[in-house]
């Protein structure tokens, strides 16, 4: 009899001690994909995150786990106590029960909890945008569909992490926050969400009936838009300009092409370009006329010819002239001697061409 009192008080123990958190039951499109958010305590935050397919724990098999790749994909984020699973290309056969799980040690159970993924060409609930952004104190809408079997079923907007649900009507969150919930009761309701505070981030899903489509909600500060607003703008177009688009004035001056900024970068620009090329010209010129120079100097100026006179006096220096002759007349050559020499030699020379 203690023995079974015993077992018993094991399985309450280890039963009390589960504490993860995620969807019942959901539906996906067939080639599509799905993101499944398993909420964790925060004790596991260094264990190993696992996803696991079958019916019974104990024979499940392991196709995805933190920090390895397999057929989906496990992210960790310990600092939410969270971690989610990809599931993307599903076919029909992957239908069936899995697991969000995490292995304990010696001192810890194992902490997991089981849901149903059914994969199908028209799916019984979804959402076209599984993720979803706004900023402080502003507002969000997030539509939700459901088949024509599920049109009478209680349609709910739910957050993960305290398991608080909003129903038809209008409830209110806090004092700057609300949630409503307006259904056309035909295929889809709205969920709209006004004076979003920053701890409104997080996991949520809609449900209709027993089935569930989870959605993603990042609120951000006013600055943080603003900067990545203008981060973004930056990259795209230039700084004179960046203004006038954000605020689509077109008056804005800085993009005025009358600009005086615009004028004299213009300015430098023709002066850095033209410079160096009148420079490059001028050189040109200069050694052009050198060169012309040069040659008018050999033209003009005829071939020197010395002769030395032989003799016990002194050394002269005789000039020759050349004087091109008429036609058929030869070439003359004439010497001339310095005065005071006593005689005049004169030479003639027959050039042959």
């Given at each position: 009899m203690a023995r079974p009192l015993i077992l018993f008080g094991v399985l309450l123990y280890t039963a009390g001690?589960?504490?993860?958190?995620?969807?019942?039951r959901v539906t996906v499109r067939e080639g599509g994909s799905i993101t499944?958010?398993?909420?964790?305590?925060?004790?596991?935050?260094?264990?190993?995150?696992?996803?696991?397919?079958?019916?019974f724990w104990n024979y499940c098999k392991i196709t995805a786990s933190t920090n390895a790749i397999g057929k989906w994909?496990?992210?960790?984020?310990?600092?939410?106590?969270?971690?989610?699973?990809?599931?993307?290309?599903?076919?029909?056969s992957d239908s069936g029960y899995y697991w969000c799980a995490i292995i304990g040690n010696h001192a810890e159970p194992d902490d997991r909890k089981y849901l149903?993924?059914?994969?199908?060409?028209?799916?019984?609930?979804?959402?076209?945008?599984?993720?979803?952004?706004?900023?402080?104190?502003?507002?969000?809408?997030?539509?939700?569909?459901?088949?024509?079997?599920?049109k009478n079923e209680v349609k709910q907007?739910?957050?993960?992490?305290?398991?608080?649900?909003?129903?038809?009507?209008?409830?209110?969150t806090s004092q700057n926050s609300s949630v409503q919930i307006s259904d056309d009761g035909r295929k889809s309701f709205t969920v709209l969400m006004t004076g979003l505070r920053l701890t409104d981030s997080g996991w949520y899903y809609c449900s209709a009936g027993d089935l569930q489509a989870p959605v993603q909600l990042l609120v951000q500060r006013d600055n943080e838009s603003k900067s990545m607003s203008e981060s973004d703008d930056a990259g795209q177009f230039p700084s004179t300009c960046k203004n006038q688009t954000a605020s689509k004035d077109s008056e804005d001056s800085k993009c005025s092409p009358n600009d005086p900024s615009d004028q004299m970068d213009w300015i430098f620009l023709l002066l850095y370009t033209a410079v160096p090329l009148l420079l490059l010209l001028m050189l040109v010129l200069v050694i052009w006329r050198l060169v012309q120079k040069h040659n008018g100097a050999?033209?003009?100026?005829?071939?020197?010819?010395?002769?030395?006179?032989?003799?016990?006096?002194?050394?002269?220096?005789?000039?020759?002239?050349?004087?091109?002759?008429?036609?058929?007349?030869?070439?003359?050559?004439?010497?001339?001697?310095?005065?005071?020499?006593?005689?005049?030699?004169?030479?003639?020379?027959?050039?042959h061409q």
């Open positions: 001690t589960l504490s993860m958190k995620t969807l019942d499944i958010p398993c909420l964790y305590d925060n004790q596991y935050k260094q264990n190993t995150k696992y996803w696991c397919e079958g019916y994909t496990i992210t960790d984020y310990p600092a939410d106590s969270i971690f989610t699973v990809k599931l993307h290309n599903l076919k029909s149903y993924v059914t994969v199908k060409k028209a799916p019984d609930v979804f959402v076209v945008n599984s993720s979803v952004s706004g900023h402080e104190g502003g507002d969000i809408s997030v539509q939700c569909f459901y088949s024509s079997g599920y907007w739910c957050r993960y992490k305290d398991q608080s649900c909003y129903t038809v009507g209008r409830t209110n050999l033209t003009k100026r005829g071939p020197d010819i010395c002769s030395v006179a032989e003799g016990q006096k002194a050394v002269t220096y005789d000039t020759v002239v050349f004087k091109k002759a008429k036609k058929h007349e030869p070439n003359q050559v004439s010497i001339s001697h310095s005065p005071e020499q006593f005689e005049v030699i004169y030479s003639t020379l027959n050039l």
